[in-house]
């Protein structure tokens, strides 16, 4: 068995690599003057199961563009299969149509990966459940795995005195049930979210239940911040004082490292699906890695 990394996620990649007792195989990836890329692959991969490790995050069209070459190079090559491991799978949350006109990218995406002849995915927290059947009509086996025990253990560890759980919008509800069943039936709370699609724009309403001294928002991807920064502000409004926010998936785009450290939310756990850059981690942050989730996947 080889496996690969493109640029997006190298740690993850040579840390994946470790826990199945391997190395990383050598990849050449040259970048021309024009940002066009090349993609060699060097070892000889002719009858062998290969793995490739590739995130998308802030830059998706630049790394997806990247993977569809690794796996045509490695089909090309010899292949014998191939097995994608695409810790955030950039450009899921368009899964149908909001607006007529508009395009699924999400559907694009899971058509190329097939077309490329993938032939399983390993994905995290996956924003909809539909994603999955997506994968499937596409004949490609997909695992999904999930984050959200690593941030069971979390609030285990944190050893609060009194807290409530908080998806910051109705379609997180499936998610928030998950970590409360694995902390014995945590007390849990559903925010009411719209978007302004034409500005972007966020607005938190009601909910229903009661907020706690400490309120520890659970979500699957942080972009811009917005959701969270609203999801705080109300949650402080009716009472909390300590909100911790949990996801899976920190793309951290724009201004959201900066308006995240300067938010009341007072820590921000985001997981290693995406490669955080030096100059974009923020003191708030901390780092938990899946790792060992997707090394234990892999062996199944
Ligand atoms: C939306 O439904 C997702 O679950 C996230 O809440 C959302 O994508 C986060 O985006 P942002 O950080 O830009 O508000």
Redesign the pocket.
Known sequence: MLIFAGNSNLALGKKVARELGLTLSELEIHTFPDNENRVRVIDKVVGKDCIVVQSTGISPNLYYMELFFILDSLKRSGAKSVTLVIPYLGYQ?QDHIFRSGESVSLEVIINLLSELKVDWAISLDL?SLKIEEFFKLHKIRISHVSALSIFADKIREMKLKGYVLVS??M??IRRIKQVSKMLDNASFISLEKNRDFKSGK?KTEKFEGRVQKNAIII??????????ISAAKILRESGAENIYVMATHGIF?GN?PQNLEESIIKKVIVSDTLEIPMDRKFAKLEIVSISRLISKTLNE
């Open positions: 949350r924003h910051p919008d379609g997180g966020i979500d699957d991807v942080i972009s811009s911040g917005q959701t969270l785009s959201a």
